[in-house]
């Protein structure tokens, strides 16, 4: 049952993963792209993890570290991009 | 099999941000696309250390995670002064 529960956890993190890289394809605003990676993407990547966890549960303290690293960085880091790439030009499209 | 088949999606999953990274001349798509993709690749690190249920990649693939993004916000400064000079 936990196995079960893991894989749906993966699965749904990589549809996430697909869904959220898709759009970096295609001929949108570097924001819209940013929005789609840093949502999509951290949450898929998130539930990945999960996955994992449930699987193997003695690893707890790696996988909620990976987890907590995942969900401040990603942010910070989508921050700093939209901040540095924002001072020059307009990238409305 | 079924790790397997969630590695093979990782991959393809993975390719999309590289062939972003390949086509595109405009530089803050270019560390949009490589972002995406080290958080990718550390993840299936992860994913590939719990399945073989080895702990030291696994410490690998947390430390990626949790200072390999500091890099990334490091370039990104440098690029941004290195525009404006």
């Known amino acids: 049952m936990i196995d079960f529960f893991s894989y749906i956890c993966i699965s749904l993190g990589l549809f996430f993963w697909f869904w959220g890289t898709f759009p970096l394809l295609g001929k949108r605003s570097l924001l819209f792209k940013l929005h789609s990676l840093s949502v999509a993407d951290t949450l898929g990547s998130m539930s990945i993890i999960i996955g994992l966890l449930l699987k193997i549960p003695s690893r707890w303290p790696l996988l909620i570290l990976a987890l907590i690293s995942l969900a401040i960085w990603n942010t910070v880091l989508g921050y700093v991009l939209a901040y540095c790439s924002s001072s020059e030009g307009n990238y409305e499209r | ?85």
Not at chain 2, 36 to 49: E, P
Request: net charge negative.
């Open chain 2, 1 to 85: 099999m079924m790790l397997n088949l969630v590695l093979i999606a990782m991959i393809l999953a993975m390719l999309i941000p590289m062939y972003e990274a390949w086509q595109d001349d405009d530089i803050w798509q270019k560390m949009l696309a490589f972002a995406s993709f080290a958080t990718k690749t550390s993840i299936m690190i992860l994913v590939v250390s719990v399945f073989r249920d080895d702990w030291m990649i696994g410490v690998v693939g947390v430390i990626i995670l949790s200072v390999g993004n500091a890099g990334l916000m490091l370039l990104a400064h440098v690029i941004k002064r290195m525009n404006e000079v």
